[in-house]
């Protein structure tokens, strides 16, 4: 019994330490979600010191025909609206700060608006990701998995 019991904390630890030791630039790359309603896939890269996301796909990007990507018809800027909403960079200025990113902007066109957004790797492959307004606390977490 205190064999398994030492076995199952050493996997613990490792798992946790291995979790807190990756490094900010694992962020970059292919991400789809898992679990929300509406299907996404970013790309993360950096810029300077910070990281964005570009749009490559989602769910409800489509028009009917389910080729012709929508407008962004709801940006608060009107110079935006006739732009399409396949590739545009969404996610902005996330900055890595004690293994969290933070202080991120995250653009919604199905509604126009702009939200707080906060990450954490929890693995190399699962990215904690939330949205929200004010606090942390008012906001929807989504789980993304890599797939590049």
């Known amino acids: ?19 807190q030791n990756l490094s900010a630039d694992q962020i970059t790359g292919i991400w789809l979600s898992e679990d929300s ?7 993360f890269y950096k ?3 910070e990281y964005f996301g570009k749009l490559l796909w989602a769910s409800t990007m489509f028009e009917a025909d389910g080729k ?24 902005t200025h996330l900055r890595y700060v004690d293994g969290e ?3 991120g902007k ?14 954490t790797l929890k693995t190399a ?18 789980q993304l998995k890599r797939i590049q």
């Open 47 to 49: 810029s300077g010191n």
């Open 1 to 19: 019994m205190k064999k398994l019991l030492f076995a199952t904390m050493m996997f613990f630890i490792t798992f946790v330490s291995s979790a």
């Open 68 to 91: 012709t990507p929508k407008k962004d018809p709801k940006n608060p800027d009107k110079q935006l609206r006739n732009r399409s909403r396949q590739h545009i960079v969404n996610v």
């Open 125 to 142: 492959n699962q990215l904690e990701f939330r949205g929200y307004v004010g606090i942390s606390l008012l906001g929807r977490t989504m």
């Open 106 to 119: 995250l653009y919604n066109p199905d509604d126009g608006r702009t939200y707080s957004v906060k990450a």
């Open 37 to 43: 309603d509406v299907k996404l896939k970013f790309e």
């Open 101 to 103: 990113y933070v202080d």
